[in-house]
């Protein structure tokens, strides 16, 4: 069992910056691949960005590359999203996920993961 808790949204202008934190507690396996998700008004939840257990690799949706970045601090229980030049569009409820592994690999399928937090608000002004 394992506890997520995600923090750091709130209101920022377009072409500003928000850096998401999420906090992981309870059970946990050595290994956990984790992900960043978002929901926006009247769409379907999303995959932003996942990275492997041990944060060797990472991969991104289109529609943020170049501007967002997912990070972990193992040792902290923490993961990370560095978000930058903000859209209007990156308006949504972003969630992480984490999915117990006992090997390495990419997971950007929503469906894989596990454990869930319950989001944190980010909305981006025009």
């Known amino acids: 069992q394992v506890q997520l808790v995600e923090s750091g949204g709130g209101l920022v202008q377009a072409g500003g910056s928000l850096r998401l934190s999420c906090a992981a507690s309870?059970?946990?396996?050595?290994?956990?691949?984790m992900g960043w998700f978002r929901r926006a008004p009247g769409k379907e939840r999303e995959t932003v960005a996942a990275i492997t257990w041990d944060g060797s690799d990472t991969k991104y949706a289109d529609s943020v590359k170049g501007r967002f970045t997912i990070s972990r601090d193992n040792a902290k229980n923490t993961l990370s999203l560095q978000m930058n030049s903000m859209k209007p569009e990156d308006t949504a409820v972003y969630y992480c996920?984490?999915?117990?592994?006992?090997?390495?690999?990419?997971?950007?399928?929503?469906?894989?993961?596990?454990?869930w937090g319950q989001g944190t608000q980010v909305t981006v002004s025009a």
């Open positions: 996920a984490a999915r117990e592994v006992l090997h390495g690999g990419l997971y950007f399928d929503k469906d894989w993961y596990d454990y």
């Open positions: 309870g059970r946990t396996l050595s290994r956990n691949a």
